[in-house]
């Protein structure tokens, strides 16, 4: 059974930075390897959206609102996607999650992040 599992969120003040990881187990290192996945977050009252996506080739995308201060990366090796963010903004404050791409599988418990003006 696949599982999803994020950590490293926090309370900081705008301007700061956290690096979140999502440790995914249950699946062979291949298919890990084979799966674009994507970074969520659900701010209170609102939708689950997209942040962005790694594909299998370490490329990344980001919404708008990001661009520029988010990055992602992977080890294929430890199957873990990472979410580096700066210059965090309180507009980012969320509970973060990861998935694929196409939220195929089922949903981590997510991790908390709060920015503080």
């Known amino acids: 059974q696949v599982q999803l599992v994020e950590s490293g969120g926090g309370s900081v003040q705008a301007g700061g930075s956290l690096r979140l990881s999502c440790a995914v187990s249950?699946?062979?290192?291949?298919?890990?390897?084979?799966?674009?996945f994507g970074w969520y977050r659900q701010a209170p009252g609102k939708l689950r959206e997209l942040v962005g996506t790694?594909?299998?080739?370490?490329?990344?995308r980001f919404e708008d609102s990001v661009q520029g201060r988010f990055t992602m990366s992977r080890d294929n090796a430890k199957k873990t996607v990472f979410l580096q963010m700066n210059s965090l903004e309180p507009e980012d404050t969320a509970v973060y999650y990861c998935?694929?791409?196409?939220?195929?599988?089922?949903w981590g418990q997510g991790t908390q992040v709060t920015v503080s003006s």
């Open positions: 790694i594909n299998t080739g370490r490329g990344t």
């Open positions: 998935n694929t791409a196409g939220r195929g599988w089922a």
């Open positions: 249950g699946v062979p290192g291949t298919i890990f390897s084979q799966t674009t």
